[in-house]
């Protein structure tokens, strides 16, 4: 099993930005698929960003050109938001998909875009 543990959330004005960071209990590797999703009340989860093969990253419509997804060479990684509106408000939630093993989630991190 892996543990994540998200950081980083918090109240943001609109136009803001917010990193989050998702640590690992262990060393990620390169098999390793890691992903930023998030959820409104009343809503399914929904993919934020995520590295897809070969590691290249993939980003939701929603947040293109104002997401940046990133990782370390350890165990941590990142979610880099800029210009934040109020819709993007919401839990977020890292996850690890671990060949094999399954699906791991983090706890969330909530992030509130508010004036």
């Known amino acids: 099993q892996v543990q994540l543990v998200e950081s980083g959330g918090g109240l943001v004005q609109p136009g803001g930005s917010l990193r989050l960071s998702c640590t690992a209990s262990r060393r990620l590797t390169s098999i390793d698929i890691m992903g930023w999703f998030r959820q409104i009340p009343g809503k399914e989860r929904e993919l934020v960003a995520q590295?897809?093969?070969?590691?290249?990253p993939n980003y939701a419509d929603s947040v293109k050109g104002r997401v940046t997804i990133s990782r370390d060479n350890t165990n941590t990684v990142y979610l880099q938001m800029n210009s934040l509106q109020p819709e993007d408000t919401a839990v977020y939630y890292c996850?690890?998909?671990?060949?094999?093993?399954?699906?791991?989630w983090g706890q969330g991190t909530q992030v509130t875009v508010s004036s």
């Open positions: 996850r690890i998909v671990v060949p094999l093993s399954g699906n791991y």
């Open positions: 590295f897809g093969s070969g590691g290249r």
